[in-house]
């Protein structure tokens, strides 16, 4: 079926690296990506998203890589903190109006002092 | 700011009782997705309001899942006889319209004993 997934469920890093946490689609209609991070006991929160029609988008500290090529999408965290910590997961949105997110499992960061 | 607001923050209740989650959206957002997200899973979509258009119901897992959204504001999903397999965390979101950014609640976590 179609799916968003992740390709590691865990990562573990050192406060100050930097941080990738890659997701793969299936679904080669997808034309709009977001990613959330989730804290324990908490909802997902948006971090950033990027639209088929882009390859790359920055934010403060992440970036988002679209690669449609191979139908890869990967967000990287520049100088992670120990407040990153949390799960991300990547959504895709398929191209037609209002239809839902479908979530990938989700990678757990784990940021090490 | 105020943010999706979901309430209660915690159910608990016995087998085969109903159970009424509350959404509160953010306001100026036309549309509103319910998910349900169980333990160390991704989010499953369930059902989506869009303005004044018929709900997009095709994620609702049963018969015994249903939703309303009064007003084009505040949202209730109602589970009946609820069954054990339906504990979870009921996460609410609203965007702004399709294609847009979902921007959570911090959910319902519903125990079902």
């Known amino acids: 079926g179609e799916s968003v997934g992740l390709h590691l469920p865990t990562l573990s890093v050192q406060e100050g690296d930097n941080s990738i946490i890659n997701c793969a689609y299936s679904?080669?209609?997808?034309?709009?990506f977001i990613w959330y991070k989730q804290e324990s006991g908490k909802g997902p929160q948006f971090i950033i998203d990027?639209?088929?029609?882009?390859d790359k988008r920055q934010g403060q500290r992440v970036t988002v890589l679209l690669n449609k090529t191979v139908k890869h999408l990967s967000l990287q965290i520049a100088a992670t903190q120990p407040g990153d910590s949390a799960v991300y997961f990547c959504?895709?949105?398929?191209?037609?109006?209002?239809?839902?997110?479908?979530f990938g499992k989700g990678t757990t960061l784990s940021v090490s002092s | 700011g105020a943010g999706v607001s979901q309430s209660p923050s915690n159910k608990v209740t016995e087998k085969g009782k109903d159970v009424e989650l509350r959404c509160d959206p953010i306001?100026?957002?036309?549309?509103l997705y319910w998910y349900r997200q169980s333990l160390g899973q991704g989010l499953e979509f369930l059902i989506y309001?869009?303005?004044?258009?018929?709900?997009?119901k095709s994620g609702l897992p049963s018969d015994r899942f249903s939703a309303e959204r009064t007003g084009g504001s505040v949202s209730t999903l109602t589970i009946q006889r609820t069954q054990q397999e339906d504990s979870a965390v009921y996460l609410c979101?609203?965007?702004?319209?399709?294609?847009?950014?979902?921007?959570f609640g911090d959910g319902t976590r519903l125990s079902i004993l």
């Open positions: 979101a609203s965007s702004l319209g399709a294609n847009q950014p979902q921007h």
């Open positions: 679904n080669s209609a997808s034309d709009y």
């Open positions: 990027i639209r088929s029609n882009m």
């Open positions: 959504a895709d949105h398929r191209n037609q109006a209002g239809t839902a997110l479908i």
């Open positions: 306001s100026g957002h036309t549309a």
């Open positions: 309001f869009q303005g004044n258009s018929a709900p997009d």
